[in-house]
């Protein structure tokens, strides 16, 4: 078992011209409870550089920055764990902020059951705008994605994504760190974390604030990539494709049927997805208390599963039926907003 003298952590964060949105995970990092950290920022060949604002933080935090040509995020956080001083590597993106918990109870969840690898939630913060906390709320809720992202995932069998997730130093050599795929690198890693005979858990408490997409049609090329993604992971490992991947896929092509049914004439099929926008809403309005962002939120829903879906049934005819090599349909919208 570790001790909290063994754990030296380096928090990771590639960033892509984000300079003004990542002041405020520097400054909930300059806010930890635990002070005990490096941060190890790179520069992914930024237009916009972050190295004035990381400059900024010299006296706050223990900050390296680099800037290096851009490869993408896996490669670019490869970069930084090679560079980084810690043994424990928490990975975040530049677009979240972190409590002041964060890391106080990451070092003693480790420190009293320690394991090679973990995964945290992901939540909106009260200040964020409508649309991000909608999006945010299509994501991490269990009608949209039945709590795979860390509501209701297994703890003893988890996948961390690269948004929040920790990694020892070890498990980093041992696995050579993320793959140059920009979407569902995180997933591949997960896997063969665990193929090397490494643990992984969620850690619920270990949770970041995610701003995400700032509209809908971001989001919605962002969710499109998703969706192919997960085939593209199903070629390199056959047992990740599972069938709730498949409900997306289900769901929009029972809404197609659905409207072209309605015009002509038949109700029945169109009227489930009414009461399933219904129920969305009724979610959303409960943990919001707000009618325009419940509204906000179905559209996110929707958005997502018909994104998620139709990039996923792409991905089976270019990947599967066709027998194209591995691709994004929106190549560099990984880091655009």
């Known amino acids: 078992m570790q001790t909290t003298s063994e754990l030296t952590f380096s928090f990771i964060v590639p960033v892509y011209n984000r300079p003004d949105e990542m002041a405020e995970l520097l400054e909930s990092l300059a806010g930890q409870q635990d002070p005990n950290f490096e ?16 400059e900024q933080y010299k006296d ?23 560079q980084a001083k810690g043994n424990y590597f928490i990975i975040l993106d530049s677009d979240v902020i972190v409590p002041p918990h964060y890391l106080k109870f990451v070092r003693h969840t480790l420190s009293r059951e320690y394991t090679d690898a973990y995964g945290g939630p992901d939540a909106a913060h009260p200040a964020f705008s409508p649309i991000q906390k909608a999006i945010s709320f299509a994501m991490t809720s269990i009608l949209t994605t039945g709590g795979i992202r860390g509501a209701s995932e297994k703890a003893g069998k988890f996948y961390p994504r690269s948004f ?3 990694l020892s130093k070890e498990v980093f050599k041992k696995t050579g760190g993320f793959s140059a795929m920009r979407f569902g690198e995180d997933i591949d890693l997960s896997i063969r974390i665990m193929q090397n005979g490494f643990n992984t858990r969620l850690f619920p408490e270990a949770f970041v604030y995610h701003k995400r997409r700032n509209n809908l049609v971001s989001f919605f090329k962002q969710v499109f990539n998703s969706g192919i993604a997960r085939i593209n992971l199903y070629v390199l490992h056959k047992k990740s494709l599972k069938p709730a991947h498949f409900f997306p896929a289900i769901f929009t092509l029972g809404l197609l049927l659905g409207i072209i049914l309605l015009i002509l004439g038949y109700v029945y099929i169109f009227i489930l997805y009414v009461l399933y926008a219904l129920v969305v809403f009724i979610e959303a309005f409960r943990k919001e208390k707000n009618v325009k962002l419940a509204a906000l939120s179905v559209f996110s829903s929707f958005v997502m599963l018909i994104g998620y879906g139709l990039g996923f049934m792409f991905s089976i005819w270019k990947r599967l039926i066709i027998q194209r090599p591995v691709f994004e349909a929106f190549s560099q919208n990984f880091y655009d907003k």
């Open 39 to 54: 941060v190890v920022i790179v520069e992914d060949g930024s237009e916009v550089p972050a190295k004035t604002l990381c």
């Open 60 to 82: 706050q935090l223990n900050i390296a920055y680099y800037a290096i040509p851009n490869s993408g995020p896996g490669l670019a956080r490869n970069f930084g764990m090679k």
């Open 164 to 166: 929040n997730m920790g």
